[in-house]
């Protein structure tokens, strides 16, 4: 049964539609991208668990580290092995970090549950991020902002599903728990049921894109299609260049350098969003947010960052990739300041601010896979997307750990107030200042195209899957 999983069972037969990938790939990343509704069930961990802000909020780090690691380490393997394979195997370890997870919390082991929602289902995170893009941009090779895009905007749009499921899950294995009070917490008991609720529906959906997702036949290429004009384009390239080559040049480090400054500028909001918002806008001790309205607030995050992806990435069709990264890093820091500054005088500003500032931040992940494919062709893009990706996890760590530990040393939870955020808003202010304009910036603005050294040969190795042959890089700036 496991060599249906096979590369050579996965290739699409001649006249198979390229736009039936899409929904493949989607029903991976939508599942996956629950990882970011975690802040939804946040306090009812620290309540269960008796611990802080950083203690639990260590959980999202491991996941994200988890994602950048084992995306790096498996991306060749998942190159080779095709698609479904990965899919599956993605599927498996995503499932098992729920059901880890679940045990964790029902015997109050808090390592178990770093074990298992951590870095099993941070390995999930990892394979199943990346192996529907590097499918996606080889079916789309003449747009591969578009298919960035519609691979990654499900990772941004999980949560706006998650994040209501789960209240509502919540509040059917615990009849005490009130989604609406802000106060109240769910028990240990409804946290394990939801945790064995989601690990078992989300595999079951993950296996409708397992078995639907084929690859191109080799020489396929869409109709109208001429490879010769992708040569006509600045920074863009006909060329190959494997993964342990594409690590040895400049331009791979610049990338990883404005992706980690791109991300860091949004997680640190995206982790606490739904306690953020809440205390943000508290005063006497009451919330003039509701729980309620904090979960459509998590939700309405989830949609910018999906719109985001799929807007501004196709954008960078149009535009390059060089100029939209000027404005997710340029206009996205300054958007961060004006919300330390005065988004607290205002909800609706305070939504405003977060919600475009999150759409910067699922644009630049939705954009980077089309830049790398720009800069070092289809060959093995998705390994080097894998090791990109190690960035992800730098930034996972520091986000989330410089708001938690600003927060544990304010108060308790439930009881903060817009003040407690400040020391972490203009801590997060004053690197990105330096880590978007001095170094983010600065090292986008001096990408150039990858030396024609690095180029895997004419032929063998360096034939992609669209029958393109590697081919001298036009020089651009």
């Known amino acids: 049964?496991?060599?249906?999983?096979?590369?050579?069972?996965?290739?699409?037969?001649?006249?198979?539609?390229?736009?039936?990938?899409?929904?493949?790939?989607?029903?991976?990343?939508?599942?996956?991208?629950?990882?970011?509704?975690?802040?939804?069930?946040?306090?009812?961990?620290?309540?269960?668990?008796?611990?802080?802000?950083?203690?639990?909020?260590?959980?999202?780090?491991?996941?994200?580290?988890?994602?950048?690691?084992?995306?790096?380490?498996?991306?060749?393997?998942?190159?080779?092995?095709?698609?479904?394979k990965a899919m599956f195997v993605s599927a498996c370890f995503w499932a098992a970090g729920f059901l880890v997870g679940a045990l964790g919390i029902a015997t109050g082991q808090l390592w178990l549950l770093y074990l298992g929602y951590g870095v099993l289902g941070g390995i999930g995170l990892g394979i199943g991020y990346i192996s529907p893009v590097s499918t996606l941009i080889k079916w789309f090779p003449d747009r591969p902002g578009l298919a960035t895009g519609l691979a990654i905007m499900g990772f941004g749009g999980g949560a706006m599903v998650a994040s209501p499921l789960s209240r509502q899950l919540l509040s059917f294995y615990d009849a005490g728990y009130d989604p609406s009070d802000s106060g109240s917490t769910a028990s240990g008991s409804a946290l394990v049921w939801l945790f064995v609720t989601l690990g078992v529906g989300y595999f079951v959906i993950m296996m409708f894109g397992v078995f639907n997702v084929r690859v191109p036949a080799p020489g396929w290429r869409p109709a109208g299609f001429d490879p010769a004009q992708v040569a006509e384009k600045p920074l863009v390239t006909t060329a190959n260049v494997s993964a342990a080559n594409a690590v040895r040049t400049r331009s791979f480090w610049l990338l990883w350098v404005v992706l980690f400054c791109n991300v860091t500028a949004g997680i640190g909001i995206l982790e606490q969003a739904s306690p953020m918002i809440q205390d943000f806008f508290r005063d006497g001790g009451t919330s003039a947010v509701s729980v309620a309205a904090a979960g459509g607030f998590v939700g309405l995050l989830s949609l910018f960052n999906m719109a985001g992806r799929f807007v501004w990435s196709s954008t960078s069709d149009v535009i390059g990739r060089k100029p939209i990264y000027v404005v997710y890093l340029g206009v996205g820091m300054v958007l961060y300041l004006v919300l330390a500054l005065v988004g607290q005088t205002s909800t609706a500003l305070f939504v405003l601010l977060a919600s475009v500032i999150l759409s910067f931040y699922g644009g630049g992940f939705a954009t980077i896979p089309a830049y790398l494919r720009d800069l070092f062709g289809t060959f093995e893009v998705g390994a080097i997307h894998g090791r990109l990706l190690t960035a992800w996890s730098a930034a996972g760590v520091a986000g989330p750990l410089i708001v938690n530990g600003f927060l544990d040393a304010q108060g308790e939870p439930g009881t903060l107030t817009a003040a407690a955020y400040r020391p972490a808003l203009f801590t997060m202010v004053g690197l990105l200042a330096v880590g978007l304009v001095a170094v983010g910036l600065v090292a986008n603005l001096l990408v150039r195209p990858v030396p024609q050294r690095y180029h895997e040969p004419a032929s063998g190795r360096g034939e992609t899957e669209q029958g393109q042959p590697g081919a001298t890089e036009r020089s651009g700036s």
């Open 1 to 84: 049964m496991l060599s249906a999983l096979d590369r050579r069972h996965t290739v699409a037969p001649p006249g198979y539609s390229r736009w039936l990938i899409p929904p493949a790939a989607l029903a991976i990343h939508l599942c996956i991208g629950q990882v970011y509704a975690t802040s939804v069930y946040k306090n009812s961990l620290i309540a269960h668990f008796d611990t802080g802000q950083t203690a639990i909020g260590v959980i999202f780090s491991i996941a994200i580290v988890m994602l950048g690691l084992s995306a790096a380490v498996a991306g060749t393997w998942v190159e080779a092995n095709g698609p479904r």
